[in-house]
């Protein structure tokens, strides 16, 4: 009879580690019917491909690239009420404006679609993108599709469809007073499909202003989540968002739909398989300017010398 038992259970507990929905690191366990990152292309084949995202920045092996100018937004200060939802991987926010980019090279104009978060736990390393192998605690992700297009579904048939503008964040010993409301909105959507209504935001507000926007990397690669579609320009910025910790801790408060703590919300940094990592020239010029503190230091040590 225990064999019997045995013959009929065994495969039920095996299905129930080996769900075909997809998961962070952070939530993968058995009895948990998820698959992480690691097993993605099983869920959605492109994930498996050779132009996936995110990657390692490395700053000495990137290209200067003279055609990435600064950007000219349109929208991006415009003040919006829109709906900030826990969609069971992330905070999502849809951007129901106006509001585009074009310039730096990015061949057409893009409008923004909707923006969302990356972290890590309670503070720590969260960001999808790395630079020299840094982790910042999150990453923004503000996506934008072709101006031409009307659905998202369709600008991802397109090989440059999309273009997301990531911003990374660091601690800071002070609050960020401009991220007040969207931090407090996060209580009232803690448990999966919470939505709460934000009000009185702007793209500006989250990325602080966009005179300071002219230090960024640009790559071709996917979306960082399942399917993993390859028709993603992105543009990654140098310069982070300052959040103190309380407000960075506050994103770990949310819930994955299993009831877990949200949190390790990021997907592992893929192959860059040979592509060109371009940087503008204002990264070029900061490289420049480090560069000749350096050489002037040396000089003044050798005067000092003789």
Known sequence: MRCVLSAVLLPLILRSCTGADWCYQTQVSCPSPCKGPDRWSEVNLDCGKNRQSPINIVTKKTKLDERLTPFKFTGYQTLFESTMKNNG??????????????????????????????????????????????????????????????????????????AVLGFFYEVSSSANKKYDLFTQGLRSIQNTNGNTTLSKISLNQLILSEANMTNYYRYDGSLTTPGCTEAVVWTV???????????????SNLKFSDGKQMVGT???????????????????????????????SAALGLSRMN
Not at 133 to 157: C, F, S, T, W
Not at 284 to 293: D, E, N
């Open 89 to 162: 991987h992330s905070v999502k926010v849809s951007i129901p404006i106006t509001a585009t980019v074009s310039g730096g090279n990015l061949g057409e104009t893009y409008k923004a679609v909707q923006f969302h978060l990356h972290w890590g736990t309670n503070g720590g390393p969260g960001s999808e993108h790395t630079i020299d192998g840094e982790q910042y605690p999150m990453e923004l992700h503000i996506v934008h599709m072709k101006q031409r297009y009307n659905r998202l579904e369709d600008a991802l048939r397109d090989p440059s469809g999309v």
């Open 237 to 251: 910025f140098e310069n982070p968002i300052p959040l103190d910790g309380e407000q960075l801790q506050a994103f």
């Open 266 to 296: 990021f997907r592992p940094v893929q192959p860059r398989n040979g592509r060109v990592v371009y940087r503008s020239s204002g990264v070029a010029v900061v490289a420049s300017a480090v560069l000749i503190l350096v050489s002037i």
